[in-house]
């Protein structure tokens, strides 16, 4: 599984520069994610904080089982084995983990065109920043967390009949920081709320030159030399600053965000964030109106 990063749809106190794409942390390469649980200090209010994700394990070799292998294990299934049990018992171990989205392999395979495998993403309409159900703990590498996982409510079942991450309605949140053990578990459970799935398609410039060819009766090498003067300037013109608007599709421009101060979330020192530049798209209504199956 594979979890988007945290983008905040409001200006931010402190900013944390936590990456887009969150993904599992590794042997060699630690991978954090932002997580938020309860300060132990005064009234233990709440505290953002960076961790890698996934709780370092030791386990044998297939090949040989005298070999041990560290292994990093990101999502807690069996609460009840003594791996989970002592986490989720203790409401100092529980945190929650916020996500705008997360993904599992597109159940058809393939890659796009950026060529990585093709994603199925789900989302919560109601909530801008959801959040998982989370559990925390030192290691020797530094604090690490997983979130819990259930069964799959109709939404993801389709896509992933093994599981989903146990995601909290706004109302649970507190209950699963500071309820007892029996009232966390209850939190544990396929997600009832309204979800959005969105398929990643195997989409590229080949593609879209060979359907142009085929419906308008061109050349493909024609068609593609058309596809790609179209994507070159629209390239060149948002690049130059500018928006690009084409009708009844929607509009492309570049965001820039300036540099900025912020908090390293792994020791709270001030750090300075690089000036970023990001495009964005805003469909326009008949794009919107197809997206909704209108």
């Known amino acids: 599984m594979r979890a988007c990063g945290y983008e905040p749809p409001y200006s931010e106190d402190v900013t944390f520069p936590v990456p887009r794409e969150i993904f599992p942390t590794g042997k060699k390469t630690a991978r954090y994610g932002l997580v938020v649980r309860r300060s132990p200090d005064g009234n233990r209010p709440l505290e953002p904080v960076a961790m890698e994700w996934g709780f370092p394990t030791r386990v044998a070799s297939k090949r040989d089982p005298a070999v041990k292998l560290d292994r990093f294990v990101t999502n807690a299934r069996n609460l009840s084995s003594s791996m989970w049990k002592p986490s989720i018992a203790n409401p100092e171990r529980r945190c929650v983990v916020p996500f705008t989205h997360f993904a599992e392999p597109h159940p058809e395979g393939g890659k796009g065109d950026d060529g990585k495998p093709r994603q199925m993403w789900f989302s919560l309409p109601d909530q801008p920043i959801g959040f998982f159900a989370g559990l925390w ?152 109106d197809r997206m909704n199956g209108n």
């Not at 020797?140 to 146990?166: I, L, Q």
């Not at 300037?233 to 300036?258: Q, R």
């Open 137 to 288: 703990r030192p290691t020797e590498r530094g604090d690490a967390y997983a979130f819990c996982t259930t069964s799959p409510n109709e939404t993801v079942a389709p896509w992933h009949p093994k599981a989903m991450p146990a995601i909290l309605h706004p109302a649970d949140l507190i209950i699963w920081l500071d309820g007892s053990h029996d009232d966390a578990l209850a939190l544990v459970r396929p997600y009832d709320g309204r979800m959005y799935e969105q398929h990643e398609v195997a989409l590229s410039t080949t593609n879209l030159a060979d359907k142009l060819a085929e419906t308008h009766g061109l050349a493909k090498a024609d068609a593609r030399k058309v596809i790609d003067a179209v994507f070159a300037d629209i390239t060149a013109a948002v690049a130059a600053g500018e928006e690009v608007s084409i009708n009844n599709f929607g509009k492309f421009k570049l965001k820039e965000t300036p540099e900025r101060q912020g908090r390293n979330p792994s020791n709270g020192e001030a750090i300075t964030i690089a000036a970023q530049r990001k495009l964005t798209f805003a469909p326009g209504k008949q794009t919107r």
